[in-house]
């Protein structure tokens, strides 16, 4: 079994900050790719930002350059620093990873609970 468990969201104004932190346990071999998608309401689920191993990240173009993306791999954990927060950043949070287990042998998707990001105007 594997959990991912979030933190970190709440409410700020505008232009404010927010940290992430999104962290697996379990039977977990390795992790590859760690996301972070959010769902605002009345819209569809959109990936925000993608780690991967290798370190290559990939932005959407709404966050770029006020969003940052980071692993620690030792504690199974990833992060979304959110700088210069906009209305428009509202909504609900999800950390996705991409994990082999050791029991079962496998790979598969987990998505945490979500947590809610709300930005005053």
């Known amino acids: 079994q594997v959990q991912l468990v979030e933190s970190g969201g709440g409410l700020v104004q505008a232009g404010g900050s927010l940290r992430l932190s999104c962290a697996a346990s379990?039977?977990?071999?390795?992790?590859?790719?760690m996301d972070w998608y959010r769902q605002a309401p009345g819209k569809q689920r959109e990936l925000v930002a993608r780690?991967?191993?290798?370190?290559?990240?990939y932005y959407a173009d709404s966050v770029k350059g006020r969003f940052t993306i980071s692993r620690d791999n030792a504690k199974n954990t990833v992060y979304l620093q959110m700088n210069s927060l906009k209305p428009e950043d509202t909504a609900s949070y999800y950390c996705?990873?991409?994990?082999?287990?050791?029991?079962?042998?496998?790979?598969?998707?987990?998505w945490g609970q979500g947590t809610q990001v709300t930005v005053s105007s």
């Open positions: 996705k990873m991409e994990i082999h287990t050791t029991t079962p042998r496998a790979l598969a998707d987990y």
């Open positions: 379990g039977s977990i071999f390795s992790i590859d790719a």
């Open positions: 780690l991967f191993s290798t370190g290559t990240t």
